[in-house]
């Protein structure tokens, strides 16, 4: 139970600041609540995905770097070669360039080295069922024939438990040449989805020389739809702190094997018309090969209530609604065994709404398209993974029907751009028999001109700068977030785990609010994790250690969070 005079002083301040929304709209300046309510809740709705189907990747752990030079043995009885001859090798343009061993001596032992090589090179490259063979010649005219017999895409089909059709799976179909890189794509693919997380292929010779024909053999128990059910704390004082969730994804819908991803969210104080909030969302992705398209639509309310005032003003009801519609497009040009790149293209459309009582705040009211484009990599490591990402986004004025109002600029045509720059790290180490793990993940946001206060970076809370219990933020639309946390095992697969995070706004909206005593926080927090069976919980004690004096936050702050799958 939260402090009393803490809960009536946090009120107040709230109050005040939402009073002064009908004084500010009579200047045109926009309101910005003390946290952005449909922020925290995106937040919620990302984080409830990823509990239900974390990130995947088939990559491997990067080896140490070893060169593979061809190296030809010195014999006594050799041919000295002046041109070589490769036959069909016209996937493979990049081999004569490697295997440069014109002018050279070659013997029988040679020809063996030779075509071991090649033969290597070609599954460094993922080519893993192509071969070189060297058949037998005449080499006294100094002239050697290398042949390619390609390795290609025989029959692809299911062992059983076929959940689709296959072919949206592949970069490439029956005949295309047959890569490791590609079967790593396809297995992602189907992994993504939750009951198909234990999929795997078998490799089996096909009809014709080369072939192979690709099994996909789908986990025995899987189930196409999935439930989890979510109950925490992570809401707000003013809108209700405790909430109940739950999220559904079904696999492969359309039998292709697409995903439909259904999320609700609410406050569990359901009597309460005082105050409330709810999140609802609803996703479709598909994939493509290399690519994957996604639509969805998203819709945030909240509503609490202003206390009368002592000059005897009755309680007013401020109610927000969000709502956002995006398509996307992902695609990966880039992918070796350990590594690999991809970039986003999303187009979406978000509409935010308020009302004090039955008046509605135009000054708050906004419908923009806007764009999303980014770069992110990931590189596996023998004890770890980096992650980084850089990302650009910004508003269309021509198609946005209305883009609201930036404060001290009245002149402002709606146009705006964020840069957004992302570095993650995850190690594994021991310190003696005991097993820890590290994640570090460091966010930067710069806006280079005027950009609405939806699109600030906020602080304070288990989701950015934890140790604050979130009820307020500070948000700028420049900053970082940087998030250090360290865990070990404890009894059985539970682990217990230590974070240490910081945050700095600047720019606009940065001196607002509680903005005004300072600008940086550092939080930390200490908790376990775990479940058991279906059910999961993690619950931490957060404090803060450095903060603004006008930022109002618990002293200590508690994050619970259980779940159950179905």
């Known amino acids: 139970m939260r402090n009393p005079i803490y809960a009536v002083r946090t009120l107040c301040t709230v109050a005040l600041l939402l009073r ?18 449909a922020h925290r809740q995106a937040e919620q709705i990302d984080h409830l995905r990823e509990q239900l189907a974390p990130p995947i990747d088939a990559l491997s752990a990067r080896s140490p770097h070893a060169t593979d030079r061809l190296s030809l043995p010195a014999e006594a009885d050799c041919f000295a070669i002046h041109t070589i001859e490769w036959r069909h090798a016209e996937a493979f343009p990049w081999l004569p360039r490697e295997a440069a061993v014109e002018h050279a001596c070659i013997g029988p032992q040679g020809l063996r080295t030779l075509r071991d090589w090649v033969t290597r090179r070609l599954i460094a490259r993922g080519y893993i069922t192509s071969v070189a063979v060297i058949p037998e010649q005449d080499l006294s005219g100094g002239r050697l024939v290398v042949e390619i017999v390609p390795g290609r895409i025989g029959a692809i ?3 059983g438990g076929r959940i689709g059709w296959p072919a949206p799976l592949f970069p490439r179909h029956a005949h295309g040449l047959l890569n490791v890189r590609d079967l790593d794509q396809a297995l992602e693919n189907v992994r993504r989805l939750p009951g198909q997380a234990a999929t795997a292929f078998d490799l089996l010779p096909g009809a014709a020389l080369g072939d192979t024909d690709i099994v996909v053999r789908h986990p025995a128990d899987a189930r196409r739809v999935r439930v989890l059910a979510t109950a925490d704390n992570a809401g707000l004082d003013a809108t209700g702190r405790n909430q109940l969730g739950a999220i559904v994804a079904v696999d492969s819908p359309l039998h292709l094997y697409d995903q439909l991803v259904l999320t609700y969210n609410t406050d569990a104080a359901r009597g309460n018309k005082t105050l409330g909030s709810q999140a609802k969302s609803a996703a479709w992705n598909v994939p493509i090969g290399y690519a994957s398209v996604s639509v969805g639509i998203s819709e945030w309310t909240s ?9 005897g003003e009755a309680a007013l009801s401020l109610a927000q609604r969000t709502r956002r519609y995006e398509a996307a497009l992902r695609v990966v040009p880039y992918r070796t065994s350990h590594g690999k790149t991809t970039l986003r293209f999303t187009l979406s459309r978000r509409d935010d709404r308020s009302r004090l009582g039955s008046t509605e705040l135009d000054v708050n009211r906004r419908d923009i398209v806007g764009y999303d484009v980014g770069i992110a990599h990931r590189e596996k490591l023998a004890d770890g993974a980096v992650d980084a990402g850089f990302g650009m986004r910004g508003s269309i004025p021509a198609l946005s029907a209305h883009p609201g109002r930036v404060n001290d600029r009245p002149a402002w045509d709606g146009r705006y751009r964020l840069f957004t720059a992302t570095l993650a790290a995850d190690a594994r180490f021991r310190v003696g028999a005991r097993r820890f793990g590290y994640r570090g993940t460091l966010r930067v946001q710069h806006a280079p001109g005027a950009a609405p206060s939806t699109e600030f970076l906020q602080i304070g809370g288990r989701y950015t700068v934890r140790g604050f219990d979130g009820n307020q933020t500070l948000a700028g639309a420049n900053g970082w977030i940087w998030r250090n946390e360290l865990a070990t095992g404890a009894f059985g697969a539970n682990e217990i785990y230590a974070a240490l995070d910081a945050g700095r706004v600047a720019g606009a909206g940065a001196a607002e609010g509680a903005g ?15 479940g058991y069976r279906l059910v999961g919980y993690d619950v931490a004690l957060g404090a803060p250690l450095y903060k603004p004096a006008l930022l109002n936050t618990a002293a200590v702050a508690l994050d619970v969070s259980l779940t159950a799958r179905f």
């Open 157 to 159: 089909r299911d062992a």
């Open 303 to 311: 509503r609490r209530t202003l206390p009368a005032t002592a000059g």
């Open 516 to 530: 005004r005593g300072g600008r940086t926080l550092v939080g930390t927090s200490v908790g376990v994790r775990g």
């Open 20 to 37: 002064c929304v009908i004084s500010v709209a009579q200047d045109t300046r926009s309101y910005a609540p003390p946290t952005d309510t």
